[in-house]
């Protein structure tokens, strides 16, 4: 599917349709969210302003809204600090979805709450074994296929699980560098032809798996990747990112994207960006 879009200065530029357009999200109100343990690299000795945090995530919120997509939110639980990160709750497809099996003991009962709240959408509830670990951040649904980073906080043997309760295929990517330990921190798919991605993030096997997957590979800058700009939202032929992400945004404006950026740097500080603060409970 494909469309035109004519940007301010008379170019005109053709762009692949993303395969899904998201209708709703669901977000966690950050009035917990605090760093009170380290599970990766980004948290070591940082401190949350949390009325900025609560501005931005506002800010998002907005966003969100006046790009007409519709947004719940669960309740946040004391002492569950990152339930705020709802992208790493699961995996949905066609209103079913693979709950997360948190590597990191401090995470493991946001779960229980995710679940509840799935069950009461009606959602299909599935599980992998409980030997298979696996975060929701490591999983991209480009609707025919799933790509799903391994190597941090999901075993490698999560691909076959995910593919048989989905019946899609899912292509694997090993991750190597701890800061960027979920997929959606070091690769961002914007349509079925272009992805942008950090290249550091994967192992070699990896980084030609991802040139056969997408003709056009775009590589982010070190400093943009560590603004997290991969970890954007993508909706039909609008972006939401990062303040910092210049680099990004203006080749996303040349492919005839729009783009609205949010400052979220308070999250940053503990390793999750915009994409990490949502996930996309519908789509068409």
Not at 227 to 232: Q, T
């Amino acid at each position: 599917m494909y469309y035109f879009l004519k940007e301010p200065g008379g170019v005109l530029f053709f762009c692949l349709k993303m395969v899904k357009i998201i209708k709703k999200i669901l977000l966690c109100p950050p009035e917990h969210f605090q760093i009170q343990y380290q599970i990766n690299p980004w948290m070591a000795n940082k401190t949350i302003n949390r009325l900025r945090a609560k501005n931005q995530w506002l800010k998002l919120v907005d966003t969100c809204q006046r790009l007409n997509i519709q947004t719940d939110f669960i309740k946040p639980q004391r002492q569950l600090p990152d339930m705020v990160f709802a992208a790493d709750q699961g995996l949905i497809k066609n209103h079913s979805v693979i709950l997360a099996n948190f590597r990191f003991q401090e995470r493991k009962p946001e779960t229980k709450i995710y679940r509840d709240w799935f069950k009461t959408q009606n959602f299909k509830i599935l599980h992998l074994p409980k030997n298979l670990y696996f975060e929701g951040g490591d999983a991209l649904d480009l609707g025919n296929k799933i790509i799903l980073g391994h190597g941090f906080r999901t075993s490698p043997k999560t691909s076959e699980a995910i593919a048989n309760l989905f019946k899609t295929p899912v292509f694997g990517l090993k991750l190597i560098d701890p800061c960027f330990y979920h997929l959606d921190t070091c690769l961002f798919p914007l349509n079925e032809k272009t992805a942008f991605y950090y290249p550091p993030a994967f192992n070699q096997a990896s980084q030609k798996k991802l040139i056969n997957l997408f003709p056009r590979l775009i590589a982010l800058p070190k400093k943009e990747a560590f603004d997290l700009a991969a970890n954007s939202l993508n909706t039909d032929h609008q972006v939401i990112t990062n303040q910092k992400a210049n680099f990004f945004t203006k080749k996303l404006a040349q492919l005839g994207y729009r783009v609205y950026q949010v400052n979220v740097s308070e999250f940053i500080k503990s390793g999750g960006g915009i994409h990490c603060l949502t996930i996309a409970t519908e789509t068409n």
